[in-house]
T-cell receptor, first 114, second 113 residues
Framework: GQQVMQIPQYQHVQEGEDFTTYCNSS?????IQWYKQRPGGHPVFLIQ?????EVKKQKRLTFQFGEAKKNSSLHITATQTTDVGTYFC??????????????FGQGTRLTINP | EPEVTQTPSHQVTQMGQEVILRCVPI?????FYWYRQILGQKVEFLVS????????KSEIFDDQFSVERPDGSNFTLKIRSTKLEDSAMYFC???????????FGNGTRLTVT
């Protein structure tokens, strides 16, 4: 079935350093979503990307969707301790009216040394 | 802001027992989901539900699992005969429309002993 591969699995940075997580699919995606899960918490929706080559920003977070709509990235500039958590990309194997199975990547767990 | 609520927050049960996990989705949402997450691992899709029937289900969602929307507000997941490997965090989620972002509840931690 549809898989979204996410790397790295873990990332440890010093506070103030940048962080990037990458998501790849073997097939073209209709859209991609990003979620953040704080330790002990539940996934919280961050953003959805739909268009080829789309770039969206939320403060220090930059999200990109590849031109071929097969990959995506999340980049955090100058990490802060509040950024700690696991970041998941997620996609629907079948877009449109069949989009009722959101498949999550393995996630990247970000830890930060203050 | 409206939210998805789940009860109980923690459920301990013996192997072979039945459990029912409960969820109240956001009131104007039409699509409902159950996911599970074994500690430290990925968020795994179990089932989606729309218009009072299952839309999609994963290989994990076998005959031991069932979902129900018994009234206008609750959405339940039943595991008929729990196994040790069913121990996990179970998340309920809902969305407004197909393809829309999912809103997750806080989860029910199920421990099977």
């Amino acid at each position: 079935g549809q898989q979204v591969m996410q790397i790295p699995q873990y990332q440890h940075v010093q506070e103030g350093e940048d962080f990037t997580t990458y998501c790849n699919s073997s097939t073209t995606l209709s859209n991609i979503q990003w979620y953040k899960q704080r330790p002990g918490g539940h996934p919280v929706f961050l953003i959805q990307l739909v268009k080829s080559g789309e770039v969206k920003k939320q403060k220090r977070l930059t999200f990109q969707f590849g031109e071929a709509k097969k990959n995506s990235s999340l980049h955090i500039t100058a990490t802060q301790t509040t950024d700690v958590g696991t970041y998941f990309c997620a996609a629907f194997p079948r877009g449109g009216q069949g989009a009722q199975k959101l498949v999550f990547g393995q996630g990247t767990r970000l830890t930060i040394n203050p | 802001e409206p939210e998805v609520t789940q009860t109980p927050s923690h459920q301990v049960t013996q192997m072979g027992q039945e459990v029912i996990l409960r969820c109240v989705p956001i009131s104007n949402h039409l699509y409902f989901y159950w996911y599970r997450q074994i500690l430290g691992q990925k968020v795994e899709f179990l089932v989606s539900f729309y218009n009072n029937e299952i839309s999609e289900k994963s290989e994990i969602f076998d005959d031991q699992f069932s979902v129900e929307r018994p009234d206008g507000s609750n959405f339940t997941l039943k595991i008929r005969s729990t196994k040790l490997e069913d121990s996990a965090m179970y998340f309920c989620a809902s969305s407004e429309d197909t393809g829309s972002p999912l809103h997750f509840g806080n989860g029910t931690r199920l421990t099977v002993t």
